[in-house]
């Protein structure tokens, strides 16, 4: 006769068994479907990473077929900005690389700004146009083209504008402000120690020396005769000369065109339809890496803080 004791004893065994093997088995499911997930976000991310950079890399879907590039230069031209000298060239340099390209177009729209960024924007423009002899590339000018930012569109083949548009203003100016009449009426006085005896120039708390004056307008004029020396070379024959070209005068598209400093109207869609005859358009950016851009916009803000210590006033082609 059996033992209900030991029986219940063995069935209780089984019982646990029976729980231990399910839970085992639930645990290893679950780990194997932890491990496909896992699997699955991490080729999910590297597929995500190779998309970003493709769009980066190649910012047109179809590579081969033609088209009119296109490259943006809004706003000021200057360190950090974002049309920054290093962004813009990088841009240029991609538009002009890929074998779809029909021809380029500079879309400007920027009131001006650096005559070192502009100046470095136009050699690159020169040295692509040597480099690709048969990719043309045009300026085409949204509302404003003035000053630095003419300085850039002169190293195109043909500048495009709209009847409207703000050009030229082919001049330099140094701006600040000086207080030392206000202070000397609020009965303040400057306490400023320097080694040298022109240290403190521009100083905006102190009286401005004649013989600092006339060195200052001596830099600007040097810098007038480059930006000069850039449109003659860029418009030639095309250029009409008077006493005004050079003032600083900035001109409407109608007498932009009429003046030899513009060839035509029209906005970046004609162009590239009527001109180019390639109407699909593509756009080209370079914004660099965000760690680049930290760095580049720290570099930026601790260039702009010494240049304030040694220099108030900027240099700006406006």
Same mark, same amino acid.
């Given at each position: 006769?059996?033992?209900?004791?030991?029986?219940?004893?063995?069935?209780?065994?089984?019982?646990? =068994?029976?729980?231990?093997?399910?839970?085992?088995?639930?645990?290893?499911?679950?780990?194997?479907?932890?491990?496909?997930?896992?699997?699955?976000?991490?080729?999910?991310?590297?597929?995500?990473?190779?998309?970003?950079?493709?769009?980066? =890399? /190649?910012?047109?879907?179809?590579?081969?077929?033609?088209?009119?590039?296109?490259?943006?230069?809004?706003?000021? +031209?200057?360190?950090?900005?974002?049309?920054? *000298? !290093?962004?813009?060239?990088?841009?240029?340099?991609?538009?002009?690389?890929?074998?779809?390209?029909?021809?380029?177009? %500079?879309? +400007?729209?920027?009131?001006?700004?650096?005559?070192?960024?502009?100046?470095?924007?136009?050699?690159?423009?020169?040295? %692509?146009?040597?480099? /690709?002899?048969?990719?043309?590339? /045009?300026?085409?000018?949204?509302?404003?083209? *003035?000053?630095?930012?003419?300085?850039?569109?002169?190293?195109?083949?043909?500048?495009?504008?709209? #009847?409207?548009?703000?050009?030229?203003?082919?001049?330099?100016?140094?701006?600040?402000?000086?207080?030392? &009449?206000?202070?000397?009426?609020? &009965? +303040?006085?400057?306490?400023?120690?320097?080694?040298?005896?022109?240290?403190?120039?521009? !100083?905006?708390?102190? #009286?401005?020396?004649?013989?600092?004056?006339?060195?200052?307008?001596?830099?600007? @004029? @040097?810098?007038?005769?480059?930006?000069?020396? *850039?449109?003659?070379? &860029?418009?030639?024959? =095309?250029?009409?000369?008077?006493?005004? $070209?050079?003032?600083?005068?900035?001109? $409407?598209?109608?007498?932009?065109?009429?003046?030899?400093?513009?060839?035509?109207?029209?906005?970046?869609?004609?162009?590239?339809?009527?001109?180019?005859?390639?109407?699909?358009?593509?756009?080209?950016?370079?914004?660099?890496?965000?760690?680049?851009?930290?760095?580049?916009? +720290?570099?930026?803000?601790?260039? &702009?803080?010494?240049?304030?210590?040694?220099?108030? *006033?900027?240099?700006?082609?406006?």
């Amino acid at each position: 006769m059996a033992d209900p004791v030991s029986d219940q004893s063995v069935q209780a065994q089984s019982w646990e =068994r029976g729980v231990l093997e399910r839970l085992v088995l639930e645990i290893v499911r679950e780990r194997r479907r932890a491990r496909r997930w896992t699997i699955f976000f991490r080729l999910l991310l590297l597929a995500l990473i190779v998309s970003v950079f493709v769009l980066y =890399r /190649y910012p047109s879907s179809d590579l081969n077929g033609p088209h009119t590039a296109v490259v943006k230069l809004s706003g000021d +031209i200057a360190p950090g900005s974002a049309s920054n *000298a !290093d962004d813009i060239d990088a841009a240029l340099r991609d538009a002009f690389r890929d074998p779809g390209t029909r021809a380029v177009i %500079l879309r +400007i729209d920027s009131p001006g700004g650096s005559p070192v960024q502009a100046s470095q924007i136009n050699a690159q423009i020169g040295r %692509l146009r040597v480099r /690709y002899p048969k990719i043309p590339i /045009y300026a085409v000018c949204d509302d404003l083209c *003035a000053s630095a930012a003419y300085y850039v569109a002169v190293a195109t083949e043909r500048i495009y504008v709209s #009847p409207a548009s703000m050009v030229g203003s082919i001049g330099v100016l140094m701006d600040g402000f000086g207080f030392s &009449g206000l202070m000397d009426k609020l &009965g +303040i006085s400057r306490r400023l120690l320097t080694a040298g005896s022109n240290k403190g120039f521009m !100083d905006p708390f102190s #009286p401005m020396p004649e013989a600092q004056r006339t060195y200052a307008l001596a830099m600007l @004029q @040097q810098i007038h005769r480059q930006f000069i020396a *850039a449109v003659e070379k &860029g418009r030639g024959s =095309r250029l009409k000369v008077d006493a005004d $070209t050079f003032s600083g005068l900035v001109w $409407t598209g109608q007498q932009a065109v009429a003046r030899g400093l513009a060839d035509g109207y029209g906005d970046t869609r004609e162009v590239a339809r009527n001109v180019v005859h390639a109407p699909d358009l593509v756009t080209y950016s370079h914004r660099g890496s965000v760690v680049d851009r930290l760095a580049r916009r +720290i570099g930026a803000s601790f260039g &702009g803080a010494a240049a304030q210590a040694v220099l108030p *006033a900027g240099w700006q082609l406006r």
